[in-house]
């Protein structure tokens, strides 16, 4: 079985949020059975686990946004490449047809 980045991105993805989650949901508990100053401080808790869990999703979406924009550039000058030297390359009619539909593909998933 492999796996791709993005199938270990997804995975951490979900770890972080599945820690955040459990972090609030122990807050919860505290809260629910605590009293006074203990409530105070599972709700303090709560509120860093929310934020913990909104920053690590922020730092998440940056990162993958950034490998999207560079997997676009790298896309788009394979494509162009390819459109330069199509005509020069000695391939039959078919496999030039399926060539250039792939390329097309490429574009057009941008």
């Known amino acids: 079985m492999s796996f791709t980045i993005g199938d270990v991105l997804t995975a951490l993805g979900y770890a972080g949020v599945g820690a955040g989650i459990g972090s ?10 605590g009293k006074g100053e203990s409530r105070a401080h599972a709700a303090a808790l709560i509120s860093e686990a929310a934020a913990g869990l909104a920053e690590k999703q922020v730092e998440i979406i940056d990162r993958i946004t950034s ?13 162009d490449v390819l459109d ?27």
């Not at 490998?67 to 494509?79: G, T, V, Y």
């Not at 000695?90 to 057009?108: F, G, R, V």
């Open 24 to 33: 609030i949901g122990a807050a919860l508990v505290s809260t629910r059975a």
């Open 67 to 79: 490998q999207n924009e560079k997997m676009r550039q790298a896309i788009l000058l394979l494509s």
């Open 84 to 110: 330069e030297l199509l005509p020069q390359l000695p391939l039959t009619k078919a496999d030039l047809e399926k060539l250039k539909k792939a390329n097309n593909a490429a574009k057009s998933a941008l």
